[in-house]
């Protein structure tokens, strides 16, 4: 099935779901999105750690669902296929780890790629246009080499003397190829990016920055805190400003030497822990970017001490973009109004060079970043094509 059609039957599925996030006992509800049809004689369980086993309602051959007692809200466990109990696997057949349930409020959603007796076919290249993957190595500031992954605009083999603006977008693995991406759904950046140029003329070039897999939560986040339901209450995190400096004087500069870019500061996108991140940036070090899309961001981290984070006094800002989905949980608006009140303490104003945008029915989740990446590189790439 190609991508598009693939990422448009997860949409219509994820806005089709009741908003209903817990019944009348305040069970949370656990929605199970299959990548592959099971049989009609299988089924899906929910197998908690230290609790029962919770078989899910067939909605169809794709979709299970069912409601977790509040009891075991701050267990964790793992999804398996029945009868047999066949635990999931990722694409490279890799055990997924147990799945914490967050006590917040909304539902939890759960794309398994495939099961242990069922590995997945190695998928094909999905990538639209050319995508260039590089190693950053001895950067001082993140262990090891770090992959980036180049989307070069259809113009730049075409034009040897045109320059262009440059997106990094966090997450990387995320941005290009569902092969790679978690859960199996990207952010569609490569088509989304290529309906732009061909379109709109609004072309440059896309760094996909990879995370650093254990460590994502320390990269992308500016001091220690927990996650909320996770039996595991040790303080981590804390890591952005070294990561910070890994984009600046590590990735950029290979960038910049490598390729033909404008010279203009880049644009920075980020979602969930990375739109965290990218908040934190505009806040702290608003000089850093032209621009900076913060997507979903996670404001609950380390309670909401984003929100008393001390303001950098600089008048060069970044054009910005914030956004949340309104089926992100409870409490998702009412955090994002404590950020763009933050924002708006430095200066910003909502017009020309900052936008505030609730998205109706909008999830945390790579397809729905994907739905509205349009406008947000529309906004960010303003002027500067």
């Given at each position: 099935?190609?991508?598009?059609?693939?990422?448009?039957?997860?949409?219509?599925?994820?806005?089709?779901?009741?908003?209903?996030?817990?019944?009348?006992?305040?069970?949370?509800?656990?929605?199970?999105?299959?990548?592959?049809?099971?049989?009609?004689?299988?089924?899906?369980?929910?197998?908690?750690?230290?609790?029962?086993?919770?078989?899910?309602?067939?909605?169809?051959?794709?979709?299970?669902?069912?409601?977790?007692?509040?009891?075991?809200?701050?267990?964790?466990?793992?999804?398996?296929?029945?009868?047999?109990?066949?635990?999931?696997?990722?694409?490279?057949g890799q055990g997924i780890p147990l799945r914490a349930v967050a006590p917040s409020a909304g539902p939890?959603?759960?794309?398994?790629?495939?099961?242990?007796?069922?590995?997945?076919?190695?998928?094909?290249?999905?990538?639209?246009?050319?995508?260039?993957?590089?190693?950053?190595?001895?950067?001082?500031?993140?262990?090891?080499?770090?992959?980036?992954?180049?989307?070069?605009?259809?113009?730049?083999?075409?034009?040897?003397?045109?320059?262009?603006?440059?997106?990094?977008?966090?997450?990387?693995?995320?941005?290009?190829?569902?092969?790679?991406?978690?859960?199996?759904?990207?952010?569609?950046?490569?088509?989304?990016?290529?309906?732009?140029?061909?379109?709109?003329?609004?072309?440059?070039?896309?760094?996909?920055?990879?995370?650093?897999?254990?460590?994502?939560?320390?990269?992308?986040?500016?001091?220690?805190?927990?996650?909320?339901?996770?039996?595991?209450?040790?303080?981590?995190?804390?890591?952005?400003?070294?990561?910070?400096?890994?984009?600046?004087?590590?990735?950029?500069?290979?960038?910049?030497?490598?390729?033909?870019?404008?010279?203009?500061?880049?644009?920075?996108?980020?979602?969930?822990?990375?739109?965290?991140?990218?908040?934190?940036?505009?806040?702290?070090?608003?000089?850093?970017?032209?621009?900076?899309?913060?997507?979903?961001?996670?404001?609950?981290?380390?309670?909401?001490?984003?929100?008393?984070?001390?303001?950098?006094?600089?008048?060069?800002?970044?054009?910005?973009?914030?956004?949340?989905?309104?089926?992100?949980?409870?409490?998702?608006?009412?955090?994002?109004?404590?950020?763009?009140?933050?924002?708006?303490?430095?200066?910003?104003?909502?017009?020309?060079?900052?936008?505030?945008?609730?998205?109706?029915?909008?999830?945390?989740?790579?397809?729905?970043?994907?739905?509205?990446?349009?406008?947000?590189?529309?906004?960010?790439?303003?002027?500067?094509?």
């Amino acid at each position: 099935m190609p991508k598009s059609l693939r990422y448009l039957l997860i949409l219509g599925l994820l806005l089709s779901v009741s908003s209903a996030y817990a019944n009348d006992h305040g069970d949370r509800l656990v929605t199970v999105s299959l990548k592959d049809a099971i049989g009609a004689h299988e089924g899906v369980v929910i197998s908690m750690t230290g609790g029962p086993d919770i078989l899910l309602e067939r909605q169809s051959d794709t979709l299970f669902q069912g409601y977790v007692s509040s009891q075991f809200l701050e267990r964790t466990f793992i999804v398996k296929r029945v009868p047999g109990k066949v635990p999931e696997v990722g694409y490279r057949g890799q055990g997924i780890p147990l799945r914490a349930v967050a006590p917040s409020a909304g539902p939890h959603w759960i794309f398994p790629i495939a099961w242990q007796d069922r590995l997945p076919q190695a998928q094909e290249g999905t990538v639209t246009g050319t995508v260039v993957e590089h190693l950053i190595e001895n950067s001082p500031y993140v262990p090891g080499p770090r992959k980036i992954r180049v989307w070069l605009p259809p113009s730049y083999g075409e034009d040897s003397e045109r320059v262009y603006p440059v997106v990094y977008m966090l997450d990387g693995q995320n941005v290009y190829n569902p092969a790679l991406s978690f859960g199996g759904v990207d952010w569609c950046c490569d088509e989304v990016a290529n309906k732009l140029a061909q379109d709109e003329d609004i072309e440059a070039i896309y760094v996909g920055v990879d995370n650093g897999c254990g460590r994502r939560l320390h990269e992308y986040t500016f001091c220690k805190g927990t996650i909320p339901g996770s039996q595991d209450q040790t303080p981590k995190g804390g890591g952005a400003a070294e990561h910070l400096k890994f984009l600046l004087e590590s990735v950029d500069p290979f960038v910049r030497a490598n390729y033909r870019t404008n010279g203009e500061k880049a644009t920075l996108v980020g979602s969930s822990l990375g739109g965290l991140f990218g908040l934190w940036t505009a806040l702290t070090h608003p000089d850093a970017f032209a621009a900076i899309g913060v997507i979903s961001p996670s404001v609950w981290w380390a309670d909401k001490a984003i929100v008393d984070v001390p303001l950098a006094d600089h008048e060069e800002r970044p054009r910005l973009w914030m956004d949340i989905g309104t089926k992100e949980g409870e409490n998702s608006v009412h955090n994002l109004w404590s950020a763009y009140c933050q924002v708006k303490d430095l200066g910003w104003q909502e017009g020309d060079d900052f936008r505030c945008a609730v998205i109706p029915n909008g999830t945390h989740h790579e397809s729905a970043w994907a739905f509205r990446l349009a406008a947000i590189l529309r906004f960010t790439l303003a002027g500067r094509r």
